[in-house]
């Protein structure tokens, strides 16, 4: 196997889920899987592609100009389309008080600080608007560094209803407000499409209770700035590395290693690989997710979900080993949590650092380096093997109910429920 840095290198490229680069890079971490399993003589592992189609849109054209101006914009996807002209209106809260202050907004395009809230968008929809712009990055960044990308409309949001969506540099908004621009023309052509996407799976058996799995899981797709270095390059080389290891050195429990496809488009590659291998949850004990390690600089993360009993597995067994990492108790936005959701309890190993970026065009090799990663994959192979060797599983599976209401909200059921509950 390669060393880890150089193996990031080769997967830093813009590696969308559902795209030919994608497709790249899912065949370089196949070649990876496939050479480990050989180094260690195991003839009987092989890397498996399973596959999987995703809601995505091709886009045609995507314009915003106002006042003789052309605006660099990104699009949402799937969210309809739109070539008209609009009265411009900015809701500075998109709070029910903004809405109802605002008056007809019928026709209008709203611009938005932002738009994460369910409840926000539902407005829009009722307020029967033609189109939203959200702005993106600081006021004094430039059109590069805002990072604009054209990302899918959420189907939380889309179930609603569907609203041509634009993103904007925060100084391009400043801009049209400040100069009280009123109208602007609005461009946006797609069309709906549904390509392939992939995870790669590998399957070490246990050696005593092959019945018991525990899933280990780190997403090789980006969003389309950037060279997704940190995110998550390192995480899929970091699983390479912990995968070589336990080809030589199988544990008592099967291992199912899975690199997940289209991560950043909603977790699409593990609720696949989820709804895929329903008959294997039921004895699926753990997980571990690995996305984002491997910084020069900043402090190793743990990010914990399940009972109270693991928190305090993870802090004494940090302080047994010597390793040192802050620690978090919730959901993790990653490929855990559909894993969670089925009541497996899960760790999330990364490494955090306020000097580096994400989803933006700094998300460069330069902040990483092969003894950070390593470290991080030693502790990941000394935790799993000491988990997976385990005579009993430390830890039950199951969430508490505060956890499932974290689980509920952060998969967009809680409304849903809420509105059950409000009929009974």
């Known amino acids: 196997m390669k060393e880890l840095l150089e193996l990031v290198k080769e997967l830093s490229f813009v590696r969308i889920g559902g795209s030919d680069e994608e497709r790249k890079a899912g065949e370089l971490v196949m070649e990876e899987v496939n050479r480990a399993a050989a180094e260690a003589g195991r003839e009987d592992i092989r890397g498996e592609y399973e ?51 605002a008056g007809d907004l019928e026709g209008k395009a709203v611009l938005l600080n932002g738009l994460t809230d369910e409840d926000v968008y ?77 995870n790669i799976t590998a399957v070490i058996e246990g050696t005593d209770f092959k019945e018991e799995s525990i899933v280990l899981t780190a997403h090789y797709d980006s969003v389309p700035v ?63 997710n690995f996305d984002m390690c491997g910084t020069v600089l900043g402090a190793n993360k743990i990010i914990i979900t399940g009972e109270k009993e693991l928190e305090t597995f993870v802090d004494q067994y940090c302080k047994i080993t010597g390793y040192s990492a802050d620690k978090g108790v919730g959901v993790h936005s990653s490929d855990s949590a559909p894993f969670c959701d089925n009541g497996i309890p899960a760790l999330g190993l990364s490494r955090e650092t306020t000097t580096a970026s994400i989803h933006t065009i700094h998300d460069l090799i330069s902040t990483l380096s092969e003894k950070a990663i390593y470290k ?49």
């Open 376 to 424: 991080n994959v030693e502790f990941a192979n000394r935790i799993i093997g000491d988990v997976a060797n385990a005579a009993v599983i430390p830890v039950k599976k199951g969430m508490p109910e505060e956890t499932k209401k974290e689980l509920d909200k952060y998969f967009h059921r809680d409304k849903e429920k809420e509105a059950e509950k409000e009929k009974e």
């Open 51 to 101: 596959t999987f189609r995703i809601p995505d849109a091709e886009l045609k054209k995507c314009s915003v100009q106002a006042a003789g101006r052309e605006i660099p914009s990104a699009a949402f996807l799937r969210s309809g389309n739109i070539d008209r002209e609009c009265s411009l209106v900015y809701l500075d809260g998109a709070s029910e008080i903004d809405f109802a202050q």
């Open 122 to 198: 539902k407005r829009l929809v009722e307020h029967k608007v033609a189109a939203f712009l959200v702005m993106q990055g600081k006021y004094y960044f430039s059109a590069e560094e805002a990072s604009l990308y054209s990302r899918r409309l959420r189907e939380h949001f889309s179930r609603n209803g569907i609203i041509p969506g634009f993103a904007i540099p925060a100084a391009d908004a400043l801009w049209l407000i400040r100069e009280e621009v009123e109208k602007v023309h609005l461009t946006l052509e797609q069309e709906d499409r549904s390509p392939e996407s992939r």
């Open 226 to 288: 950037g060279t997704g270095s940190w995110d998550n390059a390192t995480g899929t080389v970091a699983l390479l590395a912990i995968f070589r290891h336990f080809a030589a050195h199988p544990a008592r429990r099967t291992l199912r290693f899975v690199w997940c496809g289209s991560e950043e488009l909603g977790l699409l590659g593990s609720k696949a690989y989820v709804e895929q291998h329903k008959d294997l949850l039921e004895k699926t004990v753990f997980c571990f």
